[in-house]
Nanobody, 123 residues
Framework: QVQLVESGGGLVQTGGSLRLSCAAS????????MGWFRQAPGKEREFVAA????????YYTDYVKGRFTISRDNAKNTVYLQMNSLKPEDTAIYYC????????????????WGQGTQVTVSS
């Protein structure tokens, strides 16, 4: 079992920045690919970014490339999502997730989830 707890969400103006954190406990954190997903009201949960177990490879969906950065600190069992140049359409609940295999973009392929943290971007 892996337990995940997100933090760092909040209300920010358009163009602002937030840094989300996801603290993991349980099984060896460095064995897992970590992903960030988001879900806006009335929409399906969607992939945002993922990072390999070592941190050497990162993956992003097109609409956050150049604005968001995923990173991890295996010594602290924590994964981060630095979000810059935020837009109102980035408003959603953001979730971190873990899976033991290669990175995937489908949320159904992640077995461990946090409770989510709300990000609201005002125009």
């Amino acid at each position: 079992q892996v337990q995940l707890v997100e933090s760092g969400g909040g209300l920010v103006q358009t163009g602002g920045s937030l840094r989300l954190s996801c603290a993991a406990s349980g099984r060896t954190f460095s064995n897992y690919v970590m992903g960030w997903f988001r879900q806006a009201p009335g929409k399906e949960r969607e992939f945002v970014a993922a990072i390999s177990w070592s941190g050497s490879s990162t993956y992003y969906t097109d609409y956050v490339k150049g604005r968001f950065t995923i990173s991890r600190d295996n010594a602290k069992n924590t994964v981060y999502l630095q979000m810059n140049s935020l837009k109102p359409e980035d408003t959603a609940i953001y979730y971190c997730a873990a899976r033991p295999g290669p990175y995937r973009t489908s949320p159904e392929l992640y077995g461990y989830w946090g409770q989510g943290t709300q990000v609201t971007v005002s125009s």
